[in-house]
């Protein structure tokens, strides 16, 4: 079946080091959405990407969509303890959302 | 503007019981969807409704689970007979509409709901 896989599962990162999470999908997607999910809370929307080679920024965050839109990825610059929790893309094949595995980020200070 | 509500927050039964699960959605969200999140995996889709209607219910256990949403508003979801594995966070969510083609909207997720099967 349709499968979004994300690599690293764990990082850890020195503060005010770099972090990059990557989103690989078996199917070509519509489009991309990433979530940011705080210990023991609930995902909460960051961005969405749509066209082939889009890039964004959010202040310290940079996402990224594939040129085949089968990938994407999100570097996050000087990480702050502020940056801790698990971050998830999705993307919908059709309509469907499929959530990745997600990327559990610790920070440590 | 409100979130999405979602009750009861913690929820123990023993394997066999029934269970059901509230969700209020944000208002105007036509989109309503319910997910299962099994602890360190992504949440998994099990029904998508479009307003009453149910777009996409296809990793729904049908045998067991079940969900409504009556009026296009506010949702149950029920699990009857609970087991084991169903041990998990369910987690609500609303979004404008659910799309079409390359457009989409964001999910707006409420607390969830923490389930615990003995």
């Known amino acids: 079946g349709q499968q979004v896989m994300q690599i690293p599962q764990y990082q850890h990162v020195q503060e005010g080091e770099d972090f990059t999470t990557y989103c690989n999908s078996s199917t070509t997607l519509s489009n991309i959405q990433w979530y940011k999910q705080r210990p023991g809370g609930h995902p909460v929307f960051l961005i969405q990407?749509?066209?082939?080679?889009e890039v964004k920024k959010q202040k310290r965050l940079t996402f990224q969509f594939g040129e085949a839109k089968k990938n994407s990825s999100l570097h996050i610059t000087a990480t702050q303890t502020t940056d801790v929790g698990t971050y998830f893309c999705a993307g919908p094949p059709t309509y469907k959302y499929i959530f990745g595995t997600g990327t559990r980020l610790k920070v440590l200070a | 503007e409100a979130g999405v509500a979602q009750s009861p927050r913690y929820k123990i039964i023993e394997k066999r019981q029934s269970v059901a699960f509230w969700c209020n959605p944000i208002s105007g969200h036509a989109t309503l969807y319910w997910y299962q999140q099994i602890l360190g995996q992504g949440p998994k889709l099990l029904i998508q409704f479009q307003n009453n209607g149910v777009v996409d219910d296809s990793q729904l256990p049908k045998d067991r689970f079940s969900a409504e949403r009556l009026k296009g508003v506010d949702s149950t979801l029920k699990i009857q007979p609970a087991k084991l594995e169903d041990s998990a966070v369910y987690l609500c969510?609303?979004?404008?509409?659910?799309?079409?083609?390359?457009?989409?909207?964001?999910?707006?997720f409420g607390p969830g709901t923490r389930l615990t099967v003995t």
């Open positions: 990407l749509v066209k082939s080679g």
């Open positions: 969510a609303s979004s404008l509409v659910s799309g079409t083609g390359t457009v989409s909207y964001e999910q707006y």
